[in-house]
């Protein structure tokens, strides 16, 4: 069975610039947000350190639903 091949080059340097903006957006929203008491951005931020792409995906997604859900 063959290695999938990774990406690589422009393409590669692309994704990871993006994944770097978004992880490193979503840790500093969650960090500064107020309305987070402290053990939830704990846990947001182990969440986002362990599983970076999905963790920040879904705390991007969980915001949304919450301000949706309540506008101010």
Not at 4 to 29: D, E, K, N, R
Not at 49 to 67: A, D, E, H, M, Q
Request: glycine fraction near 6%; aromatic fraction near 8%; hydrophobic fraction near 60%.
């Amino acid at each position: 069975m063959e290695n999938l091949p990774m990406v690589s080059g422009t393409l590669g340097l692309i994704l990871m610039i993006v994944w770097l903006a978004l992880l490193v957006f979503t840790l500093l929203h969650a960090i500064g947000n107020k309305n987070i008491d402290r053990n939830n951005k704990i846990l947001w931020v182990a969440i986002m350190v362990v599983v970076p792409i999905g963790g920040s995906l879904v705390y991007l997604f969980w915001r949304l639903v919450k301000t949706i859900a309540n506008p101010s």
